[in-house]
């Protein structure tokens, strides 16, 4: 049976800076209602640090900071953890920060080395940065969770020894190679029996430092590429953004008039195995629309399926409805609508619920009002998904449509839950209540977030939005099989995530396990209004973490009309569909927000493409550096062959349609001028003449163990020899 995580016991055993206002030991209560309670730096300038000792050995899994009972300017925006069995050698185990509130937040540290769980006695806490610039650094509680369990340390702590010892042995074996003494290195491992790396790599490194067989090397560096081993390095680089505007086509391949009007607050699905775009309604500044439009990506033209929904037997006029596709049935679904004041007062607020068959064409109404059904009343701006494992349309949030005016100040709003239709029974069932409680396991209703379902994991996964005033920024998880809630903790290094609010748009890869937001409206603290702004982030699922691939907070209007072909301006109330199959965004109107022009909407229709470096790409570069060294040791040699060289073996790796390439490429050139070194510090190495096995000289090799280090960077890190250097760990 495996132990359970505890609470751990420490006391204060270091700190720096330590300011003598404060008592350390008062980070142990949590006292949130206390000003005093707290630890508190001098300053805000480093090293600052504060260094927990454990009663007994334990693997910290976990680590909590509490607050104070309101935001305040020294809680952490960045700080590092670090743990060890002592306080001089220590591994980082959390990098982060934390919200300016006065929530407690928790943090998942790392407790595994291959696979191997390893144990802590001392926990270091490094501040990095306050919530207020000028101000000094505070900590308010710590509280850390663990397994201190003896059965379960005693075989970590001899395990954790025996790597350590290990990992001591293997890097005197890189030292030892890096200096070139063979010898030692060979004495060493073979009284050891202990591998510096994966054999692939010693072999890399005889071909490229020791012999300089450097057509061997680019065998090697292919094969790899053939065997998925820079894979994992691919997926860990960031995208590189490309909007495309898209100009839809007639019939005869000429830009077509026949195509959506401008409009905000629509709603778009797409089908990706028939790559067709569906968008329906919206607000055009002054009326709710309803028309009904396909788009076929493969023939880049629109299609318009009715011009008044209402007269083919389908929904009214609307905007701020959700629409969403059973693509089992090739059926689309449509729920909820908003309602302006005027209209609401005397309206019989129902909630219609349609069906429209694709392959034939028509509408169908479900019922006339879910809520009469056990679904859910009236509402809009909520979120509608399709599992097509359980034939289930969920529905969570949006605001309750009742006959009181939304500006009505003694109005408390009401929100909805979560429900769930099944399809092939026509039945409605109620999943959650509404609630504003922030504990653990709650689900807390809003208008304007996302809400995303990822097939393989079979969850829910939703974030921020509003809720009256406040702007959210949370992000949690809802399993459709088992209802358990989770909070998802940012492990990322820097906590960068997407700014709180709402209307951002939101899709799922569940393939690649990553999702995409593009920023809608937000909350500026600083000038307590409503921004709209620019940016596109990718959340890694597995790593956990945000990265914003695309920012741009330009506002002025000259600007955008200058890059209205290059890229799309800010906007919100826009629509953003995701083609999972070919791996591209389709983004369409919105809200620009320019107060000059409220009734401005947009009709303009991008596609974006997130690209990251290809295997090919990889692979090609790998070599252009193979050869750019082989170039730089023939200019010591032969200036001739080198510059024949550099014209036609370099040149052919080089993408001269690419000005960073070309330059590097031309730069090179300059090389054969440099002075020659002399004779003992050359090498005649090469692939085409008799290799005589010697040691070449401590220059060359110097160069080749950095290509070396340079090119298994793109490999896995459980294949390469260890980061650090031995002369590293020498104090003076």
């Known amino acids: 049976m495996a132990a359970k995580d505890g609470h751990l016991s420490y006391i204060v055993h270091q700190w720096s800076s ?26 805000n300038f480093p090293p600052q640090y504060l260094i927990l000792k454990l009663t007994k050995p334990a693997i910290v899994t976990t680590i909590t900071f509490g607050k104070y009972e309101k935001s305040h300017v020294c809680n952490l925006k960045k700080l590092k953890v670090y743990g060890g069995l002592n306080t001089e050698h220590m591994i980082e185990i959390m990098s982060g920060g934390l919200k300016n509130d006065s929530l407690k937040e928790t943090f998942t540290l790392k407790h595994e080395l291959e696979k191997k769980m390893f144990p802590c006695k001392f926990v270091k806490i490094v501040p990095l940065m306050a919530w207020g610039s000028n101000f000094n650094f505070s900590i308010w509680h710590v509280s850390l969770k663990g397994i201190d369990d003896p059965e379960t340390i005693k075989p970590c702590l001899k395990w954790y020894k025996n790597y350590r010892e290990r990992e001591a042995i293997r890097l005197c074996l890189k030292h030892f190679r890096q200096k070139n003494y063979i010898d030692a290195f060979d004495s060493l491992q073979k009284r050891t029996k202990i591998s510096l790396e994966h054999p692939m790599l010693t072999e890399l490194h005889a071909y490229l430092v020791k012999d300089g067989r450097f057509e061997g090397t680019e065998r090697i560096i292919e094969q790899a590429g053939a065997d998925g081993l820079f894979d994992a390095f691919i997926a860990q680089q960031e995208y590189e953004p490309k909007w495309i505007p898209i100009i839809p086509l007639n019939e005869d391949g000429e830009e077509s008039t026949h195509r959506p009007g401008m409009r905000g607050g629509h709603q778009m699905c797409i089908d990706a195995e028939g790559s067709v775009i569906y968008l329906l309604g919206g607000w055009d500044g002054i009326h709710d629309l309803s028309d009904f439009w396909a788009y076929h990506c493969n023939r880049g033209q629109w299609e318009c399926l009715s011009l008044e ?28 609508r908003y309602l302006d004041s005027e209209t609401r007062a005397n309206a019989d607020l129902k909630s219609d619920f349609y069906r429209y068959d694709l392959q034939t064409g028509h509408w169908e109404r479900i019922t006339e009002d879910t809520a009469k059904e056990g679904g859910p ?62 504990e653990a396991g709650e689900m807390k209703s809003r208008i304007g977030h996302s809400m995303l379902f990822h097939t393989e994991e079979r969850l829910l996964y939703i974030f921020a939005g509003q809720r009256g005033k406040e702007f959210l920024s949370d992000f949690f998880t809802y399993s459709v099989d088992t209802g358990e809630v989770r909070n998802i903790l940012e492990k990322g290094e820097s906590r960068q995530i997407p700014a709180a609010g709402f209307t951002q748009r939101s899709t799922i890869d569940s393939e690649l396990n990553e999702i995409y937001v593009l920023s809608g409206l937000s909350k500026d603290k600083e000038k307590r209004e409503e921004t709209v702004r620019n940016s596109f982030w990718v959340h890694d699922i597995k790593r956990g973490k945000w990265f914003c691939v695309y920012q741009n907070e330009n506002m002025g209007q000259h600007y955008w009309t200058k890059m209205q072909y290059v890229e799309p301006c800010p906007r919100f109330a826009h629509q953003l569909v995701y083609d999972s199959v070919n791996k591209t965004h389709y983004l369409f109107g919105g809200n620009p927000g320019k107060s000059s022009l409220p009734k401005m909407r947009l009709d303009d229709f991008w596609m974006l493409k997130l690209q990251r470096p290809n295997l090919d790409y990889l692979v090609r570069r790998c070599k252009f550096m193979i050869r750019k060294h082989r170039y730089r040791e023939l200019t010591q040699q032969n200036k001739i062959k080198a510059l024949s060289y550099l014209q036609t073996e370099v040149s052919e790796l080089v993408d001269h349609t690419d000005t960073a390439e070309r330059m590097e490429f031309e730069s090179l050139a300059s090389t ?46 459980n294949m390469v020899q260890p980061k650090g250097n031995l002369v590293d760990l020498m104090t003076v």
């Open 18 to 43: 330590f300011s003598a206002n404060y008592n350390p030991n008062n980070i142990l209560d949590d006292k949130p209602h206390d000003q005093s309670s707290r630890w508190s730096s001098d300053s």
């Open 309 to 336: 929904t209402a007269s083919d037997g389908g929904p009214s006029a609307r905007s701020c409805h959700k629409i969403c596709l059973d693509t089992k049935r090739h059926t689309l679904y449509t729920l909820g």
């Open 377 to 438: 009343q009236l509402v809009f701006d909520h979120q509608m998904i399709f599992d097509p494992i359980t034939d289930n349309i969920f529905v969570f949030g949006g605001r309750i449509l009742t006959n009181s005016s939304l500006d009505d100040r003694s109005f408390e709003p009401q929100f909805s839950g979560l429900y769930s239709y099944n399809i092939p029974t026509n039945t409605w069932k109620k999943l959650r209540d509404d609630t504003n409680s922030r």
């Open 672 to 717: 054969l001028f440099s002075p020659k070194i002399s004779s003992s510090d050359s090498s005649a190495s090469s692939d085409d003449e008799d290799f005589e096995s010697s040691v070449v000289s401590s220059s060359v090799h110097k160069h080749r163990v950095e290509l070396f280090d340079r090119l298994t960077a793109y490999f896995p890190e």
